[in-house]
């Protein structure tokens, strides 16, 4: 590969007496020309790669065929209006509707595929007023965090004037009497500063229906504590505001309240130690129903007196689950608590009495996810979403009188279920840890060792890796291989304890588990390094590219995804500094040790042979930005020593994922699994 030529700088940062280069630091610069021409470069030979292909086009058809589906989002009801999502099949956007009846035709309430030529502008959180009169709506553009928020009268599908800026990681709580709305928002960036300056200081402000941003009133705002974001909400009797603070990743959280009836504008301390993590799902009256980890690693549901919140005046309603079962979410709908366990990676949905009787559980398909529910406490019905890897999503009702649940919606895609097969296993990490992963092959490929095969992780931030349907996954086992995905530590699929041993210090713990179910996949005579590609995005691009620098000669490919790549420099932009409670910082002399032994840009040795490569990242990417891909692209490109091919595949007018149109989708996984048959030479 002849790649595009990459200046170097002399830039060195001095870290407790230990000298870092940092050369490729002019790539940081996004809007600069010599990026942009550096950007237009890496893109010119990638596509040149990737055109040449003769797979792509193959799999790219075979992907829009499964990608051409109706499919549904969970519905809710707003007022006398029963409001839900449906994507027709290749829509880049899905068009939200709204019903006066299950069975009535429905009608579009905002289609957002008109608001942008190309589909890059996307919905984002949807809050209706109480009576369902009125919705406040976000939008993004190209894929940015940053929404404007807009609000739409339902009846007539029109929207008002009201128009509110620099909002971000925030929702819209209503009034009940429909007045006006309460959302986070941050100070405007400074020009050149959008996409890529530190976001802190978050406030919370009312915004009345009717009136510019300027008359927003400043609801609350802690400039003694910069780091402190607020999500607020309004209970569903009306009475209470209720602001959950969030400190970066932290599991823990701060719940602060203001009685609406009271004159007095208070907003006072109800449950804030930062000693656990707080989750709100219901009160009666001043009684709170919270979901809480404290002094119970995978959750218990308890009620608390906003007079009396201390815990030993707590009331345990569900206590924490036997095993290693994990209360993952709750909703309220009349006296009763339907709840999400998560168990061996998989959810089940389980229904208490208010007092925290178990009435029964809601049987489920197969080994799968909960993708969705909704209720809210005065309904009479509650719908749920669920999905497998072979499960397309499902939407169900659920009556919780008779409780029985029956299908709503359920979708038709172009394959047959019972040609694949799912099975879970359990394996040893490096240190005896037992790990679960998932293996999802068609039913006529048998073990040759020999399998191309695709390993999927993440492993962070207390998230967990479920079954979920994905077209991109049919698509890949069509082509004859198989797809692993392993739940590592760092993720939450074993509560507090499960996530606190691959945090921090014990980071090295997830990659570790990550290389070892690669070593078990070629042990148990699934495939071999020749076959082997790994993939992951966001958190998991920093784990293909720690595991890739770590032992290279485990794979054949590597796709790190949005990957957060520079672990010394990752808190310096836009909400990276969040990441802190997961990751550490390289502003301390332990962070910095602990993060320089794996920050996958900083380990890369040159002269050294690594697997074929294709980075990818977008130029809109505020989440995590894309000089991350940018510098360790051309640092690879510069140590690669076999032949091997390093490739940048760079997008335009898109951002970390989240409303990413279907047509940039579909491209994208193409290209990634055309890279992939390239390089496993697979028969397609």
């Known amino acids: 590969m002849n790649y595009p030529f990459t200046r170097t700088d002399d830039v060195v940062d001095d870290y407790f007496g230990t000298l870092v280069a940092d050369p490729y630091r002019w790539l940081e610069e996004p809007n600069s020309p010599e990026t942009r021409a550096w950007v237009d470069a890496q893109n010119a030979i990638t596509h040149a790669f990737l055109e040449r292909l003769p797979a792509r086009e193959r799999i790219h058809s075979r992907l829009r065929e499964l990608w051409d589906y109706t499919r549904y989002g969970v519905p809710s009801r707003e007022g006398r209006w029963y409001v839900f999502a449906r994507n027709d099949g290749l829509q880049n956007q899905a068009v939200i509707y709204k019903s006066t009846a299950l069975d009535a035709p429905p009608e579009v309430l905002i289609d957002p595929n008109l608001l942008s030529s190309d589909g890059t502008v996307a919905l984002g959180a949807l809050s209706f007023s109480h009576d369902g009169r009125f919705l406040a709506y976000s939008v993004s553009a190209a894929g940015s965090d940053w929404v404007e928020w807009r609000v739409r009268e339902v009846a007539s599908a029109t929207d008002l004037p009201d128009v509110v800026r620099w909002s971000k990681f925030s929702g819209a709580a209503w009034l009940h009497d429909g007045s006006g709305f309460f959302y986070s928002r941050y100070a405007a960036p400074a020009e050149g500063d959008t996409y890529s300056g530190v976001n802190k200081d978050q406030q919370v402000y009312f915004h009345v229906l009717g ?181 397309p999503t499902t939407i169900y009702r659920h009556d919780p009188d008779t409780s029985v649940s029956g299908t709503f919606k359920a979708p038709a895609v172009r394959f047959t279920p019972g040609d694949y097969e799912t099975t879970q296993l359990f394996y040893p990490s490096k240190d005896g840890t037992t790990v679960p992963m998932f293996l999802v092959h068609r039913r006529d490929v048998n073990r040759t060792g020999d399998l191309p095969t695709l390993l999927y992780g993440y492993g962070g931030f207390d998230v967990s890796l479920t079954p979920q349907f994905s077209p991109g996954v049919i698509a890949w086992l069509d082509m004859g291989g198989l797809y692993a995905q392993p739940n590592l530590r760092g993720g939450g699929e074993y509560g507090k304890a499960w996530h606190e ?92 040790e602990t993060l320089m032994r794996y920050s996958p840009l900083h380990n890369i040795t040159p002269g050294r042979t690594y697997p074929a490569t294709l980075v990818t990242t977008a130029d809109h990417d505020d989440r995590v930005v894309p000089a991350h ?29 989240a409303g990413k149109p279907t047509t940039k989708q579909i491209d994208e996984r193409a290209d990634v699994f055309a890279f992939l048959a390239h390089i496993l030479k697979m028969d397609v």
């Open 211 to 391: 009136t510019t941003q300027d008359e927003d009133r400043l609801v609350y705002a802690r400039p003694d504590q910069p780091d402190w974001g607020f999500s607020a909400g309004v209970t569903d009797d009306g009475r209470y505001l209720v602001l959950t603070q969030w400190e970066g990743t932290h599991r823990e959280s701060r719940i602060f309240v203001r009685d609406l009836q009271d004159p007095r504008p208070e907003i006072v301390p109800f449950l804030d130690r930062f000693d656990a993590s707080y989750s709100i799902v219901g009160n009666d009256g001043a009684v709170f129903y919270v979901v809480t980890d404290k002094d119970a690693g995978r959750n218990r549901l308890v009620a608390i007196d906003l007079a009396t919140p201390h815990q030993e005046s707590w009331t345990s309603l569900i206590p924490e689950l036997p095993g290693r079962d994990v209360l993952s979410g709750a909703v309220m709908i009349g006296e009763r608590f339907l709840t999400v366990v998560r168990s061996d990676a998989h959810d089940r949905l389980l229904v208490y009495t208010k007092t925290g009787f178990a009435e029964g559980e809601i049987r489920l398909p197969t080994l799968g996810s909960i993708a969705g529910v909704h209720a809210k406490r005065d309904d009479r019905e509650a719908f749920y979403a669920f999905t497998a890897f072979t499960h």
């Open 501 to 592: 041993a691959g945090r921090l210090a014990n980071r090295q713990n997830v990659f570790d588990d990550f290389i070892a179910a690669a070593e078990y996949l070629i042990e148990q005579g699934y495939t071999k390094p020749g076959r082997l590609a790994i993939n992951g995005g966001s958190n998991g691009g920093l784990l293909v590219g720690a595991v890739m620098t770590q032992r290279p000669d485990l794979f054949a490919a590597a796709v790190p995804q949005v990957g957060v790549l520079d672990m010394l420099r990752f808190h310096k932009f836009t909400i990276g500094w969040a990441w802190t409670s997961d990751y550490g910082s390289s502003d301390t002399r332990d962070g910095f």
């Open 629 to 657: 891909s940018h510098k360790f692209t051309a640092a690879l490109q510069a140590a690669q020593a076999g032949d091997a091919p390093i490739l940048a595949r760079i997008d335009t007018r898109a951002g970390h994922g």
